[in-house]
């Protein structure tokens, strides 16, 4: 079992910044297998989607639509993967929620929500 809890949402005005993080907890060996993790949204009325994510090696994968203004990075040592949104637009808006694969599950955070105003 893996449990994520997600910080940091809020609002922010078109074209600022917002840092989100995701801390994982567990037994060690569920922590030890965590594979990918990473960021997924969903906005009103709309499928959750992929934002972005990081296998334990660093590598990475993001949306088309947040490429070149969110990063995400990780820090297997204290299970934990932020994402950092830059030049954040209105249709960034959504709950952002946090995604850990470990034994082959999948584990979900509770979500926070982003809010970015125009």
């Known amino acids: 079992q893996v449990q994520l809890v997600e910080s940091g949402g809020g609002l922010v005005q078109a074209g600022g910044s917002l840092g989100l993080s995701c801390a994982a907890s567990g037994s060690t060996l569920s922590l030890f297998s965590i594979k990918p993790m990473g960021w997924y949204r969903q906005a009103p009325g709309k499928q959750r989607e992929l934002v972005a994510t990081?296998?334990?090696?660093?590598?990475?994968n993001y949306a088309d639509s947040v490429k070149g203004r969110f990063t995400i990075s990780r820090d297997n040592a204290k299970n934990t993967v932020t994402l950092q949104m830059n030049s954040l637009k209105p249709e960034d808006t959504g709950v952002y929620y946090c995604?850990?694969?470990?034994?082959?599950?999948?584990?979900w955070g509770k979500g926070t929500l982003v809010t970015v105003s125009s």
């Open positions: 995604n850990a694969l470990s034994h082959g599950l999948d584990y």
């Open positions: 990081i296998t334990r090696g660093g590598g990475t």
